[in-house]
């Protein structure tokens, strides 16, 4: 459906498109949402069964391989995966109008890329030029859309119908697909491992959500909504109602 509202987002690699999303930009974004709406809960709790299965068998038994998660080719692996998703990045920074954003994720991908070797290191970081980070769930905020309503989605974790189809696009967006083999595989192995090192760093905080919790589904969902709307909402002070508190770390969740 999204894709007849707004055709631009599913062909974003075509700049022609970017009057249409000024024009959508200044309606303004949408409304950070508030409460709970979980519709498909019976179907998201089974799913969540499936996903914490999945942690319980594969995951969590694979990140005790790699300690505290603090290694030093974790490190790199991270820095590698985090610096080939900043074309993607930027592109979502143009989406948004965020040109100095854009800016300066470009000049850290330039810096990484080549003083950084490949990203593996973050000589960026150290001269000051800090991370832009954003996704394309937050261009459609930025659009005006809606977060629509709570989803689980497999292997994936938390989410909300807007960023469901934002990681996607997210996927077909990135300039990095278009790699020769086998160097495009080279990303998806780094944020595989980086992924599992994120769970052995954050094992207590998972572990104590989806094993120690009386209810995992429902605390996971808490999380990701607070996590997700206070990060959309730029950190800015919102009134009671809307049940905002200070934001979780949530490695469940992305």
């Known amino acids: 459906m999204l894709e007849n509202v707004f055709p ?43 996903n914490v299965a999945v942690d319980r068998n594969v995951v969590r038994p694979l990140s005790r391989l790699f300690g505290d998660g603090e290694g030093f080719m974790l490190r790199r692996a991270k820095n590698f995966a985090g610096n080939l998703s900043v074309p993607g990045t930027v592109v979502n920074n143009l989406l948004q109008l965020r040109i100095g954003n854009a800016a300066q994720n470009t000049l850290r991908f330039a810096v990484n890329s080549t003083f950084g070797l490949g990203g593996l290191f973050d000589p960026a970081g150290t001269l000051g030029v800090a991370p832009k980070p954003t996704d394309f769930g937050e261009t459609l905020h930025v659009w005006g859309v809606g977060e629509g309503p709570y989803v689980e989605l497999p292997l994936v974790g938390p989410s909300n119908a807007r960023d ?32 599992l090192g994120d769970r052995a760093r954050y094992s207590g905080t998972v572990d ?46 992305q």
Do not use: M, W
């Not at 179907?43 to 499936?50: A, D, E, K, L, S």
């Not at 996607?168 to 300039?175: E, K, R, S, T, Y």
């Open 164 to 195: 469901a189809v934002g990681t996607a696009v997210d996927l077909v967006i990135n300039p990095t697909n278009l790699l020769p083999e086998p160097e495009v595989y080279f990303g998806v192995a780094a944020k595989i491992y980086s992924r």
């Open 8 to 50: 631009c987002a599913f062909r974003a690699r075509n700049f022609l498109c970017l009057p249409v999303v000024a024009a959508l930009t200044a309606c303004g974004p949408a409304p950070v949402a508030q409460g709970i709406n979980d519709p498909y809960e019976p179907t998201n709790r089974n799913i969540h069964q499936v």
């Open 208 to 253: 104590s959500i989806l094993y120690d919790s009386a209810d995992s589904y429902a605390q996971a969902r808490l999380l990701y909504l607070q996590n997700r709307r206070f990060e959309l909402s730029k950190g800015k002070p919102a009134d009671a109602a809307s049940g905002f508190v200070d934001p979780y770390e949530d490695p469940y969740g």
